[in-house]
């Protein structure tokens, strides 16, 4: 059959005799967004199908009005394929208008570089005494005042040739092997610090002898059409056929789309790029080496490896020099992952003895509470509320999202995401507005709509939907958004549960080392939502715990960071294995207070 997607003008002859629509897309590269993992339970996949001729299903009839259905929409999920349809795919290909924090080129290691490969300038002329004790292969060695490394069988066949013609050479190395020989004219020695997130990717391009960013790259995971949070991957990958190869392809995809577009735009080729330094959550981790992570998703929710050895490029599929080295930083636990140990490296946290808090807020809110003496980890399952999911009229962080929200004499005043018109709140949009209602008395500290309210313009703005259940009315209902956009008492109780569980996870963390909040010297916000909640009103949620604003500092993408200071530094990535290593690891849904804490938390 033949599918046309839109508005790429894509089509399409797959020999699929079933699945929908949603699956294709995403098999595709070309999304749509499906938070909930196709499963019909969000609503956020839609789709305009022209030439549909399968009934509606009950989840579209639940999150379809009759005009839309009338009017040719779908969700993609529900979908089915069928010969000659036509997909309008609106706003699935996300990547341009995506808010993710961006980092200035120009970044430079503060400390003295020792980076994970090096070039050097050697001589060739050592063989020319007629000693017969040695070996062109010992020369290498000596050249580069390393011992024992391991020379590759390719490289050393050829050494008779570049002994005999040249007089000098670039020597590519490793602290264990060579990697090549070089014309020494040749120009640099490059890598590329990754960070894989549930969401986006970040890529930078760096220049190893240097230790200086060059460029970066960013962009949203295509991972995410086949759901928004790492369970709903191992659910494909348990699920379907091949699911592993097709995450990991979808992946790299992107990855390698971003190197090259970087390498082209500052002159190089990727051949010259020998490094990469690897860092995400344990499970986008196993996904980028190939290795099933289905164990974490299950009891004991123990990963398939912590810390992998590292590898060469070539049996990865990462598109840079094939001999290249890719280091992966280490895993805490199943739900703590090298994302979270290349931040706790990145903060300085395990280099003091001031006392941490460092928190990376998402799906899986992780925290870590500690200093140079120890270190306590957890993961609180926040749900992917922050990322607009299961909130009615909740999106990413892109064009026309909701991003700021403030009170002032009765108006409520919106800042949106690309200055376009409103059409959904994203995750720092919701942290205000929630605020925001907490502090006029919309709302009650158990998070239920108040029957009065000190501001009658605020109060007016209070409904009933045909639910029954209280709305607030955020922006009225116009042309472009026919049903305005909605805040319910259901999406007040999304918000309390993220909330309950990160306050609950700080809250155990603490008790652990018999500390307050007033203990804390530091609380180190990191991630890209971080990036953009107003801090003030994070506390005021109790998202985060009440300190002092100086305490309180937001780092940006720490994962990249530590992969880039894993890149240019090898003392650094050997502090990570340590970090790795000592961190305790806390499993917080094991102990027997912790429903109740969750409950008691769950109230602003």
């Known amino acids: ?13 797959t020999e699929a005799e079933s699945g929908t629509v949603g699956q294709l897309a995403a098999c595709l590269g070309l999304g749509p967004d499906q938070p909930c993992g196709g499963e019909g339970t969000c609503g956020k996949c839609r789709i305009l199908a022209e030439n549909a001729n399968s009934f509606p299903t009950g989840a579209e009839l639940q999150f379809l009005t009759p005009k839309e259905l009338s009017d040719g929409f779908r969700l993609a999920c529900q979908c089915p394929l069928e010969d000659g349809l036509v997909v309008s795919l609106g706003r699935a290909p996300e990547m341009k208008d995506r808010k993710i924090p961006k980092s200035d080129p120009g970044k430079r290691y503060a400390r003295k570089p020792e980076p994970v490969v090096r070039k050097k300038i050697i001589s060739l002329t050592g063989t020319r005494d007629n000693d017969p004790g040695t070996s062109l292969a010992e020369v290498l060695c000596t050249q580069t005042g390393t011992e024992d490394l391991r020379i590759p069988l390719e490289l050393l066949k050829s050494l008779p040739g570049i002994f005999a013609k040249r007089k000098s050479a670039a020597a590519v190395f490793t602290n264990s092997r060579f990697i090549a020989l070089e014309d020494e004219k040749t120009h640099g020695v490059f890598g590329v610090a990754i960070d894989i997130g549930t969401t986006s990717l970040v890529v930078w391009l760096v220049d190893l002898e240097s230790a200086t960013v060059l460029d970066t790259a960013s962009e949203l995971n295509p991972q995410t059409s086949f759901g928004a949070d790492v369970l709903s991957r191992i659910s494909v990958i348990q699920s379907r056929e091949r699911g592993l190869e097709m995450l990991k392809d979808a992946l790299l995809s992107s990855l390698n789309r971003m190197i090259a577009t970087l390498a082209r735009k500052n002159g190089l080729d990727t051949g010259s790029i020998y490094a990469a330094a690897v860092s995400g959550n344990t499970i986008m981790e196993h996904i980028f080496l190939g290795v099933d992570p289905s164990p974490i998703g299950r009891s004991p929710f123990i990963p398939v490896t912590r810390c992998t050895p590292s590898l060469k490029a070539e049996s990865s599929g990462l598109d840079i020099n094939p001999r290249g080295e890719i280091v992966m930083i280490p895993n805490i636990s199943g739900f703590v992952g090298g994302d979270i140990t290349a931040g706790v490296e990145a903060s300085g946290m395990f280099r003091s003895s001031a006392i941490t808090l460092f928190t990376d807020i998402g799906t899986n809110s992780e925290i870590v509470l500690g200093n140079r003496d120890f270190l306590l980890a957890c993961s609180a399952a926040a749900g992917p509320a922050f990322e607009g999911a299961r909130i009615s009229h909740g999106m990413r962080a892109v064009n026309g999202a909701v991003e700021r929200v403030a009170f002032q004499d009765g108006n ?38 108040s029957d009065t309210s000190p501001d009658s313009r605020l109060h007016s703005r209070i409904s009933n939907n045909p639910q029954g259940l209280k709305e607030f009315c955020l922006y009225e209902a116009g042309e472009n958004k026919p049903g305005g956009i909605v805040f319910t008492q259901k999406d007040v109780r999304e918000v309390q549960l993220a909330k309950g569980a990160i306050a609950t996870g700080i809250q155990i963390l603490l008790e652990k080392k018999d500390l307050k909040p007033g203990d804390l010297d530091r609380v180190v916000v990191a991630g890209a939502f971080g990036n ?15 300190v002092s604003s100086e305490k309180i500092e937001y780092i940006g993408n720490s994962s990249v960071i530590g992969a880039f200071h894993a890149l240019v530094s090898l003392k650094d990535y050997r502090l990570m294995k340590k970090i790795a290593r000592k961190a305790e ?12 804490r969750f409950l008691s938390n769950m109230s602003f």
């Open 412 to 449: 409520v005043l919106l800042g949106v995401i690309g200055e376009k018109t409103p059409e959904g709140i994203c995750g720092s949009g919701i942290v205000d507005l929630v605020a925001e209602m907490l502090r006029s008395g919309l709302i009650d500290k158990n998070g239920k709509f």
């Open 585 to 596: 690891f806390v499993e917080l849904s094991s102990r027997s207070d912790f429903q109740q």
């Open 1 to 13: 059959m033949r599918i046309t997607f839109l508005p790429i003008c894509c089509t399409v002859t």
């Open 532 to 546: 953009y909640i107003n801090m003030k009103n994070a506390v005021d949620m109790g998202i985060l715990p009440k």
